[in-house]
């Protein structure tokens, strides 16, 4: 079955403990990205990668990082998270091919606590 | 820079009444259109897409969209509205010849929460 899986599903942390959400994806897409969901600001794009080793920031970039060191995952690391990332994330993916002409497919989302 | 507005936070519908949700974006040259849903601890899953061609789309569920060039606008639409159909529902525009930092980036509405009255 062609699905993302993000990995945890929920995770309450502390402020300044460094913590990474997973991502993957079996589509052998090149387009990945990381969104976050926040009450009346709808999805904003926070990193995404164009393939292997090609990754760029988005619109909310600043206290995340990712790597794309194999093209099936994505994961998004929070350094030293702090409260105002307290929110839902979701790692999404699309093919390149077509001109991205393709919906993206997304996991189902990690809902993040920081207190 | 790629834009999408829905003006409306909520909509409510009684069951078996047509529903409209509106959304309406702003895009350099041809845009890339999508409807995605979000049921409760879910994640999105697609409901349609407008590329090109014909103005009215279909998709999944029963839901349909028209396009509308002239107005920026991609309402989504269903005939007969069920229960189970209350959710969030998001627009989203991709630009189809951006470049840069852009190509490929979906950018979303804020989102309207639909809810079917039985």
């Known amino acids: 079955e062609a699905q993302v899986t993000q990995n945890p599903r929920y995770l309450i942390t502390v402020t300044g403990k460094k913590l990474t959400v997973t991502c993957s994806q079996n589509?052998?897409?090149?387009?990945m990205s990381w969104y976050r969901q926040d009450p009346g600001l709808g999805l904003r794009q926070i990193y995404y990668?164009?393939?292997?080793?090609?990754?760029d920031k988005g619109d909310v970039p600043e206290g995340y990082k990712v790597s794309r060191k194999e093209k099936r995952n994505f994961p998004l690391i929070l350094e030293s998270p702090s409260p105002n990332q307290t929110s839902l994330y979701f790692c999404?993916?699309?093919?390149?091919?077509?001109?991205?002409?393709?919906?993206?497919?997304f996991g189902q989302g990690t809902r993040l606590t920081v207190v | 820079a790629q834009s999408v507005a829905q003006p409306e936070d909520q909509v409510n519908v009684a069951e078996g009444n047509p529903l409209t949700v509106k959304c309406t974006y702003s895009?350099?040259?041809?845009?890339?259109l999508f409807w995605y849903v979000q049921y409760p601890n879910r994640g999105l899953q697609f409901l349609l897409k407008?590329?090109?061609?014909?103005?009215l789309v279909k998709g999944s569920y029963g839901f349909e969209a028209e396009f509308n060039k002239s107005q920026t606008s991609f309402h989504l639409k269903k005939p007969s509205a069920l229960v189970s159909d209350s959710a969030l529902y998001f627009c989203?525009?991709?630009?189809?010849?951006?470049?840069?930092?852009?190509?490929?980036?979906?950018?979303f509405g804020q989102g309207t929460i639909l809810t079917v009255h039985p």
């Open positions: 895009v350099s040259g041809n845009p890339y």
């Open positions: 407008y590329i090109t061609g014909d103005n």
């Open positions: 990668s164009m393939n292997v080793e090609v990754t």
């Open positions: 999404a993916s699309s093919p390149l091919q077509g001109g991205l002409r393709t919906e993206a497919f």
């Open positions: 589509m052998n897409h090149e387009y």
């Open positions: 989203a525009v991709r630009a189809s010849n951006a470049g840069g930092t852009s190509y490929g980036k979906l950018t």
